[in-house]
């Protein structure tokens, strides 16, 4: 396949693969961060953040079973080959969430609400690639790498499961594995949310999305003929990078992050076909444009510090672990529920 394809054709079907399954359960399954803390806060239902909850025990006990058959290398995992650190995780986290609030939604979700029509999205999209692609390697990188400076991680791997295994003697796989089956019989102990197949199945369906990404990258470090990073699925940096792809397609290679974004927005696109909802939406009030570009803006700066977004963190770096994705994951709900509360209150407040 490699020989036929070239390696970055080869890495960007992968990513396209697990991307169509996310674009997927986002539009079929309402599979979407944001909406989750809605309606924990506001909606008293949790059934969404079950959703989430599952997908994590899935993808964690996938990941962990694949490490433990020897398919792939966790401990070169992106997420874990970088130093743990407070700092860049909470800080960017609540940035990030609080910008998914202003704008009302995620990356993740803007391209998934592209895919059924929303051109409001569209803008949601550009900024957040734009503004990160500023933070990582353009005029505000400098004060990134100051404020926020990056070590690799020299010694053990900063992960929840190795962590656990140099304290106990066990097997970081089985380990892995037991904390999966732990969450994901937590999550599916409410039974009302149990009996919900549509909602229980979407939900293995994005823990699955974020396995797959793991075996992809971990075949393509194998087998493939140039370097790969043991990576997952994320929706930030990979957005400004496929503008960038758009753009200079011809001097800029594939990858498994431009595949990976493609591919939420064609399944996201075949989701609202097939469910009779797509249809063209524009932004009617320059007032709720503007706070969404601000909120794009944000999200793209908050994930590259943090490095990561709801999914790139709250799925793939919890997948196998890491430190930071938990810490990253709670700051972003905790940003998230900020800046819903000031929005709810500011229009009880100042009806308009």
Known sequence: MIELLGQPLTAALLGGLGGVLLGLAARLGRFCTLGAIEDMLYGGSSHRMRMWGLAIGVAIVGSF????????????????TIAFSWAPAIFGGLIFGYGMALAGTCGFGALARLGGGDLRAFVIVLVMGLAAFAVLSGPLAPARVFLFPRQMNVGPPDGIAHALSALTGGSVAMIGVALGLVICAFMLSARAFRRDFRMVFWSVIAGLAIVSGWAGTAWLAQTGFGAQTLMSHSYAAPVGETLLYAMQGSVR?????????SGV??????????QGHFRWEACEDPRELRRQIFGAGLMGAGAVIAMGCTIGQGLSAISVLAFSGP??????IAGAAI???????????NPV
Request: no cysteine; proline share 2%.
């Open 327 to 332: 810490i990253t994951l709670a700051s972003i």
């Open 339 to 349: 800046g819903l509360r000031q929005l709810i209150v500011g229009f009880r407040s």
């Open 265 to 274: 927005w064609v399944g996201a696109f075949l989701g609202s076909l097939w």
């Open 65 to 80: 079973t694949l490490g433990g058959f020897g398919l792939i290398n966790i401990d070169r995992a992106f997420h874990l």
């Open 253 to 261: 290679p594939l990858s498994f992050g431009i595949g990976s974004v």
